[in-house]
């Protein structure tokens, strides 16, 4: 071998060795990378898992649960937050979200309901009203008429003076 192509088998050596030494470094990168987008990933769902567990407690208070159920679901919603292990925090999320739901509905059906009844006591209220309104004057009216039917009648057996 000439010195030339020494010298040639040399560079491409350490072409070769840089090369690879970039491409190791960028499949490091990438990796890592790779890592911390599954991991940006499943906090993004775990975040969005706790909106949405968020958004079903707010509605089930806007439904009309009780004080005492929205307290023991925002602590609940606490306790998850606070928790470091995901799976936990995702298993507490969905139990909460479930009951939410749950309570959500019963307290719109039972909302529903009370609108129902008053709405159907309205129209009972108001014929009471009209009825008590229609005999009570008639009776006054009556109780008017028969004092203004009365007749001026001497008595018999008073002495003139």
Partial sequence: MNSTQKRFLIICFLTGSF?????????SHTSALTNQNIT????????????DTFAMVREAEAAG?????????????NLALNLTDETEAT????????????????ASLRSFYNKIFVFA??????????VVVHYGLKWRQSKVEQIMN????EKSGVENV
């Fill in 121 to 130: 006591m309205v129209p009972v209220a108001a014929l009471i009203v009209t």
């Fill in 150 to 153: 009365m007749r001026i009648r």
């Fill in 65 to 77: 649960a009780d004080s005492a159920q929205i307290k023991d679901f925002v602590d609940r919603l």
């Fill in 91 to 106: 298993t507490i999320l969905d139990q909460i979200k479930a009951e939410a739901s749950q309570l959500r509905d019963t």
């Fill in 19 to 27: 090369l690879l030494s970039l491409a190791w470094a960028n499949f």
């Fill in 40 to 51: 940006l990933v499943t906090a993004n769902i775990a975040d969005q898992k706790f909106k």
